[in-house]
C-alpha cells in the first residue's frame, strides 16, 4: 500500500506527533468530562460510576414469542430492553392486510393492535427496565398503544424510561420502510416528541438514527452530518410550536453505527458530541446542560459478512470496544450470525458475552476517556469534525433534510458513497478477511441459524381477528374519526391515538386514517 486512508476517505500519515496539535487549546477542544463540550464523555465519571446499557435487539414472530426472547436476554444480563419491528409493522399495515402476506413476524415482531402490545411487555416491570423501541413513521402508533397498554397495567407516565426511534427522515433514503411524504412526517414525530417532553419526562420522544445512514454506505463524517440534519429539522418544527428549545432538546438521543475502522470510529463518537454541543448552544442558545449528546451504538450489522461467520464474532468484539472507548451510553452487538438470519438465542448470547467481557474484563471501564490526548485520535477527532460541517452546510445550501429527501439529493450521495465502497472490495483496495482474501481451502462448517416458523403469520392473523370480533366497532370507528379530525385540524395526534388504540383500533386503521390527510410517499427517481 502506498496511500493509507481510512474507512471513510481519510489520509492517514505515517506518524502523528505534537506538531500535528499545534496551535491546539485542549481546554477549548476537549474540557473536562462532563463538561462542554463534551468530547471526553457527557458524565464526568463515565464508567467508573455507571456501565453503558447492555441492550441487545429481539423481535421475531408474535409478541408472546419475543416476550420470551426478552426474558431469556434479560435473564443472561441485559439491562435494557430494544424490540425490533417486521416490515408490515414499520410501514403502517395490518397482518391480515393482502400486502403483509409472507412477511408477518419475520425479521421482527408483529405488533397490530393494543393487545398485542399487552403481551409483548407481559411479566416485565415497566419501571424497572427501559424500554427501545425501533419504530419510525408509525412511532406515534406504536407509543401510543405502549401508553395504553402501561396504564392498563397501572404504570404511571412519569415512571416509564425509554426511547422510541421517531426518526422518519432517514427512512426515505437509508432504511427505506416510509409512509408519509417527508413534511408531514416531520410534523408527525414532532407531536410524539411534543407529548413526551410534556409527560414522559424520563422517556427520549426521538433517537436520531445515524446507524442506518452508515449501512446504507455512507462515511464516518456523512453519518454524523446527515443525523444533525435531521435534527436540525425536527428542532426548527418544535421551535415554530412556540417550544422553548431546552423544554424538549435535552430528551434528543441517537443511534450510531460503529463500523470496522476502530480508531475512526471511536474519534467519530468523541467529534459527535463536541458538533452536537456547539449546534445547540452556538445555533439555537440551548442551555450548555442540555448539550450532552447521549446515544446508542449497534455495531455495523453490514460488516458481518456470510463468509466465514464465526469471524464476525472478532468483528464485534473489536466494534464493541471501540464503542466502550468512544463513550457510549447504550450498546447492542450484532451477532454472528446476522448474515443468515435474525440471531439464535446462542447468536444473542454470545453478543451479551462479549460486551460483559469489554465492561468487566478488559480494564477499560476504569478509566475516563483513555485515548484523550492521543496525536492521532484528536487529529482524526478534528478531521471528522470539519468534515462533518462541511456537510451540514451542503445538505443546508440544498434547502436543509427535508427539502434533500424530496429532492433525492441525500439519496443519490449515499448510493455514491456505497458503491465506491463497494468498488474498492471488489477491486481488492480494501480486505475483508473470509470475503475478497483469507477465503480457506475447507469447506465451512454449518452454524445454528434460527427461522421464524410461517405458522406464527397464521397464528397472528388470528389474533387480529379475534380483536375485531371482540372489540366495540362502534367506538373504534367514533375514535378513529376524532383522529382523522385531528390530523386535518393540524392538532398533536397523540391523545386521539392512544384513545383509538384503547378502543383496539390497529395499527392500519390509524394509519389509514392519517393517510386519507397527508397521503403516502412517493420515491422521486433520481438514476
Not at 81 to 100: A, C, E, M
Not at 166 to 182: C, E, G, H, S, V
Not at 253 to 281: Q, Y
Request: charged share 25%; glycine share 8%; with cysteine.
Amino acid at each position: 500500500m502506498t496511500d493509507f486512508r481510512t474507512v471513510s476517505g481519510i489520509p492517514v500519515r505515517e506518524r502523528y506527533d505534537h506538531d500535528c496539535l499545534s496551535g491546539w487549546d485542549a481546554e477549548e477542544r476537549l474540557g473536562e468530562p462532563g463538561a462542554f463540550p463534551f468530547t471526553r464523555g457527557p458524565h464526568p465519571t463515565m464508567y467508573r460510576t455507571r456501565h453503558w446499557t447492555r441492550r441487545q435487539v429481539v423481535g421475531l414472530a408474535t409478541a408472546p414469542e419475543t416476550n420470551k426472547r426478552n426474558k431469556y436476554v434479560i435473564a443472561n444480563g441485559q439491562t435494557g430492553i430494544s424490540n425490533d419491528y417486521d416490515v408490515p409493522t414499520l410501514i403502517g399495515l395490518d397482518s391480515d392486510d393482502p400486502r403483509s402476506r409472507g412477511e408477518v413476524g419475520r425479521t421482527g415482531v408483529a405488533i397490530d393492535t393494543l393487545t398485542d402490545m399487552c403481551d409483548l411487555f407481559d411479566g416485565i416491570d415497566l419501571h424497572r427496565i427501559s424500554v427501545s423501541m425501533t419504530i419510525n413513521h408509525p412511532a406515534f402508533v406504536l407509543v401510543g398503544q405502549y401508553i395504553a397498554a402501561a396504564q392498563m397495567r397501572g404504570f404511571a407516565l412519569d415512571g416509564l424510561a425509554g426511547t422510541v426511534q421517531n426518526d422518519p427522515l432517514k427512512d426515505f433514503y437509508a432504511q427505506k420502510t416510509y409512509i408519509f411524504p417527508p413534511a408531514p412526517s416531520v410534523r408527525l414525530a414532532c407531536d410524539l416528541i411534543e407529548y413526551c417532553a410534556r409527560h414522559m419526562p424520563r422517556w427520549n420522544g426521538i433517537s436520531l438514527n445515524g446507524y442506518n445512514i452508515r449501512e446504507a454506505g455512507t462515511t464516518a463524517d456523512q453519518e454524523l452530518a446527515f443525523t444533525f440534519a435531521h435534527a436540525i429539522a425536527y428542532i426548527e418544527e418544535l421551535l415554530g410550536r412556540g417550544l422553548p428549545i431546552d423544554a424538549f432538546v435535552g430528551r434528543f438521543s441517537f443511534i450510531f453505527n460503529v463500523h470496522n475502522d476502530f480508531l475512526e470510529e471511536i474519534a467519530k463518537l468523541r467529534a459527535a458530541r463536541r458538533v452536537w454541543a456547539h449546534l445547540l448552544r452556538d445555533r439555537f442558545g440551548a442551555a450548555e446542560q442540555n448539550c450532552r449528546l447521549r446515544m446508542h451504538v449497534q455495531t455495523g450489522g453490514s460488516t458481518m459478512t456470510y463468509q466465514q461467520p464465526e469471524v464476525n464474532l472478532i468483528r464485534g468484539a473489536l466494534q464493541a470496544m471501540a464503542g466502550a472507548l468512544g463513550g457510549v451510553q447504550s450498546m447492542a452487538v450484532s451477532c454472528f450470525d446476522e448474515a443468515y438470519s435474525i440471531p439464535s438465542e446462542f447468536a444473542q448470547r454470545m453478543s451479551l458475552r462479549t460486551q460483559q467481557v469489554v465492561a468487566y474484563e478488559s480494564g477499560i471501564t476504569s478509566v475516563v476517556d483513555p485515548l484523550a490526548g492521543s496525536y492521532y485520535v484528536e487529529s482524526l477527532t478534528d478531521e471528522i469534525e470539519r468534515r462533518t460541517w462541511e456537510w451540514i452546510a451542503r445538505v443546508e445550501e440544498r434547502g436543509g433534510a427535508v427539502r434533500g429527501v424530496e429532492s433525492g439529493w441525500l439519496e443519490q450521495v449515499v448510493s455514491d458513497t456505497a458503491h465506491t465502497y463497494q468498488l474498492q472490495i471488489m477491486n481488492n483496495e480494501r480486505t475483508i478477511v473470509g470475503v475478497n482474501d483469507f477465503r480457506g481451502t475447507q469447506g465451512e462448517r454449518p452454524i445454528e441459524t434460527f427461522r421464524v416458523h410461517e405458522r406464527f403469520e397464521d397464528e397472528q392473523i388470528r389474533r387480529l381477528e379475534k380483536v375485531r370480533a371482540e372489540r366495540n366497532g362502534s367506538e373504534v370507528d367514533r375514535t378513529l374519526d376524532a383522529l382523522q379530525a385531528a390530523v386535518a385540524d393540524g392538532a398533536n395526534v397523540m391523545d386521539p391515538v392512544i384513545a383509538a388504540s384503547r378502543a383496539h383500533a390497529t395499527q392500519g386503521e390509524i394509519v389509514g386514517r392519517v393517510i386519507a390527510e397527508v397521503g403516502e410517499y412517493v420515491a422521486p427517481p433520481i438514476f
